[in-house]
């Protein structure tokens, strides 16, 4: 039978030779006589050639180094030097700067949650070349820098609502344990919406807000007209201590949520039906009309349930001060939902993360995959409502609030 090898013998019946490791060694021997033909053209003059003597610049040997190239490793790869330290193969340099998608496939096979193994796996296929669960952490690493910088970028003055969520994913510390990672979130003046910050704590406290809130202050934000948020304990006082002039919005999908968790399975589409009616209200004391209703109506079954709806009612409807247009954007948490679901299929695939950096990076890879568009993606009725933003901006904040789409 015949067989296709990679390998083949010469008439002389000598070893076989490998193809790929033979084209490997001619590719090194072209990069390597390429790069001295950069460092002649640098000095001037020929090795070996008379001309040279006296000069203050003259050929210094060479370092070796590995290249991963398409062909696999090249190992030992010869780079001239200089005694002055002037020479720089341009080649290499370009050569490594086209390597750089291997990189980026790296990356972006983390961010969607792809083990280490896995990754080697691909990358072996595609590079011939096999990576250490070390190699793809220190290429990973990278990303490091890229998130501190962003971590502390400057925002905008003003923006139209914040929204803050958490999810929770579990770090080794002295024991692997669950850590709560608070998404924050915002929809700015010209309705484009802006992840602001990503934040890490063991446990909710007055404390902990502040300094999440102090540090949106630090980078620039001045004014929010809506916070929105739920159950988060002691961040209602801290954002009113902070941004006392804004508003604050308890998200009615966690409310209902709650509540459905307290119904026999048999009534939860019509006791959901009945409240998705009060956040279609048109005015707050429609929504009160609604709720007492439909208290009334389920009394006999759960005599008490609707009770924390009469209670939290006002802080459940605060998006109504904002245009009808609007409101579908403003009374949850939704589509920060949305984005936590895309973070947990990442976190998913790990059973725990090493450090909280770790965890601080992989989210970001997810985070900056996600809104990659977020900026040519304007929300619908900004701009065809911005006389109503500006009333309430007036409203709340007093002076002169002329709505600028660049504040």
């Not at 954007?329 to 679901?341: A, D, P, Q, V």
Request: hydrophobic share 35%; aromatic share 10%; proline share 3%.
């Amino acid at each position: 039978m015949y067989m296709r090898k990679t390998k083949y013998q010469n008439g002389d019946n000598q070893p076989a030779v490998d193809k790929d490791e033979l084209m490997k060694k001619m590719f090194k021997l072209m990069m390597e006589s390429m790069m001295e033909g950069e460092r002649t053209a640098l000095l001037g003059y020929d090795k070996h050639d008379y001309s040279g003597y006296g000069k203050p610049n003259s050929r210094n040997g060479y370092y070796s180094r590995d290249l991963l190239s398409g062909l696999g490793n090249l190992e030992d790869l010869n780079i001239p030097r200089d005694r002055l330290g002037e020479f720089t193969p341009e080649l290499l340099d370009k050569w490594e700067r086209s390597t750089k998608p291997m990189d980026k496939l790296i990356l972006s096979l983390y961010s969607k949650g792809m083990s280490t193994r896995d990754i080697n796996d691909v990358v072996e296929k595609i590079y011939g070349k096999s990576l250490s669960p070390q190699a793809v952490s220190l290429i990973t690493g990278e990303i490091e820098e890229e998130r501190l910088a962003w971590e502390k970028r400057k925002l905008k003055k003003k923006y139209t609502a914040v929204f803050i969520d958490a999810l929770f994913t579990k770090i080794r510390r002295d024991k692997v344990d669950s850590d709560a990672v608070y998404t924050v979130c915002a929809i700015d003046t010209e309705g484009y919406r802006d992840i602001l910050g990503q934040y890490i704590g063991a446990s909710e406290s007055a404390h902990f807000w502040k300094e999440i809130l102090a540090d949106l202050k630090d980078r620039g934000v001045e004014k929010v007209l809506l916070f929105v948020f739920d159950g988060l304990t002691g961040l209602e006082n801290a954002v009113k201590e902070v941004f006392p002039s804004c508003l604050t919005q308890n998200c009615i999908v966690h409310q209902i949520r709650h509540t459905l968790n307290h119904v026999r399975p048999a009534h939860k589409d019509n006791v959901a039906a009945d409240l998705k009616t009060v956040y279609r209200s048109k005015s707050l004391s429609e929504a009160k009309d609604k709720i007492l209703k439909i208290k009334l109506r389920w009394q006999s079954r759960y005599p008490r349930l609707f009770s924390n709806w009469i209670q939290k009612l006002d802080n459940l409807m605060t998006f109504l001060e904002f245009p009808e247009y609007l409101r579908p954007h403003l009374y949850s948490t939704n589509w920060l939902e949305r984005l936590n679901k895309e973070f947990r299929k990442v976190l998913k695939t790990k059973n725990s993360l090493p450090t909280e950096t770790a965890a601080r990076n992989l989210l970001y890879l997810k985070l900056r995959d996600i809104t990659k568009n977020w900026d040519r993606q304007r929300l619908n009725g900004f701009v065809a409502y911005q006389v109503d933003l500006n009333y309430l901006w007036e409203k709340y904040y007093g002076g002169r609030q002329n709505g600028s789409l660049h504040n």
